[in-house]
C-alpha cells in the first residue's frame, strides 16, 4: 500500500489499528554443577531485575514517542521478574522524514513519534535442564500501540538490551481505521518482512528464517547465532579448563539445545544418537575397568 504522509494524516477521527511487537530472546549457559547453575541464575536475576527492566522499557517508551502513566513491577522468588507499563500519547518532540520507510529504529536518544492507549510488558523465565547442564534464560517483551509508529522502531535498542542467542519476533497489524471519505485502511504503512527493521550487522550475525502471511498482516521472523564460540557459553571458566572430549560434548549439547529452541521442536534423532554415544562410552569404561580390576566396577 503506497500512501504519502499527507493521506495518513486524512483519516475520520483516531487510527484505531492496533500493532504489536513480540520479542523473545533467548540467552543459554553451560552450568556443569548445582554451584554453578545456583550462580548463574543469581547472576541472571541481578542483571535482569525488575528495576533495569524498568530502565529498558522506559528507553523503549521514550523511542516510540509514548507518556508513561503506570508502572507495575515484581521480582519473584526464587528467579524471573516482571514489568507492565501502561502508556499514552507523549510530546512529539522530532518528526524524522523517513519514518514510514522500512528501516531500523533509533538507540535511545530522543522521542520521536506519538501514539495513544498502549502498553509495553516484560517477563522473564530462567531455568536449566535438570540432567543435562543446560540453563537458559528467556526474555518476553511486549509492545501494543495504537496510531500511526510501529513498535519495530524499538526493535533494534531491544536487541541491544540484552545477550542472544536466540531470538523470534512476531509482529502484526490488527483492526482497521477510516479515511476521510470513509474507506477502510487495515494497515496504514509498508512491510515486506521484521528483517528490515533490523540493523545489518546484526542480520549478518544471525541464521534468520521468515514465516510472513502477508494478506492477514502478521510477519514472523526467527534468529540463531552463526558463529558459536564456547567460551561464552561456559560460567565461571573457559575452555582451555576443559579436555577435548569435554569440549566436544558441551559443544553439542549447547549447539542441539539451541537448535530446538530455533526450529521449535525436540529433535528427537540427536537425543537418540547423543544418548547411544553417551551408553557406549559408559560401556567401554565398564569393561575397561573390569579388565583391569578383575571385577565389577562399583
Same mark, same amino acid.
Given at each position: 500500500?503506497? &500512501?504519502?504522509?499527507? *493521506?495518513?494524516?486524512? $483519516?475520520?477521527?483516531?487510527?484505531?489499528?492496533?500493532?504489536?511487537?513480540?520479542?523473545?530472546?533467548?540467552?543459554?549457559?553451560?552450568? *556443569?554443577?548445582?554451584?554453578?547453575?545456583?550462580?548463574?541464575?543469581?547472576?541472571?536475576?541481578?542483571?535482569?531485575?525488575?528495576?533495569?527492566?524498568?530502565?529498558?522499557?522506559?528507553?523503549?517508551?521514550?523511542?516510540?514517542?509514548?507518556?508513561?502513566?503506570?508502572?507495575?513491577?515484581?521480582?519473584?522468588?526464587?528467579?524471573?521478574?516482571?514489568?507492565?507499563?501502561?502508556?499514552?500519547?507523549? /510530546?512529539?518532540?522530532?518528526? /524524522?522524514?523517513?519514518?514510514?520507510?522500512?528501516?531500523?529504529?533509533?538507540?535511545?536518544?530522543?522521542?520521536?513519534?506519538?501514539?495513544?492507549?498502549?502498553?509495553?510488558?516484560?517477563?522473564?523465565?530462567?531455568?536449566?535442564?535438570?540432567?543435562?547442564?543446560?540453563?537458559?534464560?528467556?526474555?518476553?517483551?511486549?509492545?501494543?500501540?495504537?496510531?500511526?509508529?510501529?513498535? &519495530?522502531?524499538?526493535?533494534?535498542?531491544?536487541?541491544?538490551?540484552?545477550?542472544?542467542?536466540?531470538?523470534?519476533?512476531?509482529?502484526?497489524?490488527?483492526?482497521?481505521?477510516?479515511?476521510?471519505?470513509?474507506?477502510? $485502511? @487495515?494497515?496504514?504503512?509498508?512491510?515486506?518482512?521484521? *528483517?528490515?527493521?533490523? /540493523?545489518?550487522?546484526?542480520?549478518?550475525?544471525?541464521?534468520?528464517?521468515?514465516?510472513?502471511?502477508?494478506?492477514?498482516?502478521?510477519?514472523?521472523?526467527?534468529?540463531?547465532?552463526?558463529?558459536?564460540?564456547?567460551?561464552?557459553?561456559? @560460567?565461571?571458566?573457559?575452555?582451555?579448563?576443559?579436555?577435548?572430549? *569435554?569440549?566436544?560434548?558441551?559443544? +553439542?549439547?549447547?549447539?542441539?539445545?539451541?537448535?530446538?529452541?530455533?526450529?521449535?521442536?525436540?529433535?528427537?534423532?540427536?537425543?537418540?544418537?547423543?544418548?547411544?554415544?553417551?551408553?557406549?562410552?559408559?560401556?567401554?569404561?565398564? +569393561?575397561?575397568?573390569?579388565?583391569?580390576?578383575?571385577? +565389577? /566396577?562399583?
Amino acid at each position: 500500500m503506497d &500512501l504519502t504522509p499527507q *493521506q495518513r494524516v486524512e $483519516l475520520h477521527g483516531f487510527n484505531n489499528l492496533t500493532k504489536s511487537l513480540s520479542f523473545n530472546m533467548y540467552d543459554i549457559c553451560y552450568t *556443569q554443577t548445582k554451584e554453578e547453575r545456583e550462580a548463574y541464575l543469581e547472576y541472571i536475576d541481578e542483571q535482569y531485575n525488575a528495576d533495569r527492566l524498568t530502565k529498558i522499557l522506559k528507553h523503549v517508551a521514550d523511542i516510540i514517542g509514548a507518556h508513561v502513566l503506570n508502572v507495575a513491577k515484581q521480582d519473584y522468588v526464587p528467579q524471573g521478574a516482571s514489568v507492565t507499563m501502561l502508556v499514552s500519547e507523549g /510530546p512529539v518532540v522530532e518528526v /524524522p522524514e523517513g519514518v514510514y520507510e522500512e528501516s531500523p529504529g533509533p538507540l535511545p536518544s530522543a522521542v520521536t513519534l506519538a501514539l495513544d492507549k498502549s502498553h509495553i510488558t516484560v517477563h522473564t523465565y530462567p531455568e536449566y535442564h535438570p540432567d543435562e547442564g543446560i540453563s537458559t534464560f528467556r526474555a518476553d517483551i511486549d509492545v501494543s500501540t495504537c496510531g500511526e509508529i510501529s513498535p &519495530l522502531k524499538a526493535l533494534n535498542y531491544l536487541i541491544h538490551s540484552f545477550e542472544t542467542d536466540v531470538m523470534t519476533m512476531d509482529y502484526r497489524v490488527r483492526g482497521f481505521t477510516r479515511d476521510k471519505e470513509g474507506y477502510k $485502511l @487495515f494497515i496504514d504503512h509498508d512491510i515486506s518482512s521484521i *528483517q528490515n527493521y533490523i /540493523p545489518d550487522e546484526i542480520i549478518d550475525r544471525y541464521q534468520m528464517i521468515d514465516v510472513n502471511v502477508y494478506q492477514e498482516h502478521i510477519f514472523h521472523t526467527k534468529c540463531k547465532l552463526r558463529d558459536f564460540d564456547l567460551n561464552n557459553y561456559l @560460567f565461571g571458566y573457559t575452555k582451555d579448563k576443559l579436555t577435548e572430549e *569435554q569440549r566436544r560434548e558441551i559443544t +553439542e549439547s549447547i549447539q542441539w539445545e539451541m537448535d530446538e529452541i530455533f526450529y521449535g521442536k525436540n529433535i528427537y534423532q540427536g537425543s537418540f544418537v547423543k544418548n547411544a554415544e553417551k551408553a557406549f562410552r559408559d560401556n567401554l569404561e565398564h +569393561e575397561v575397568q573390569k579388565k583391569q580390576t578383575g571385577k +565389577e /566396577p562399583e
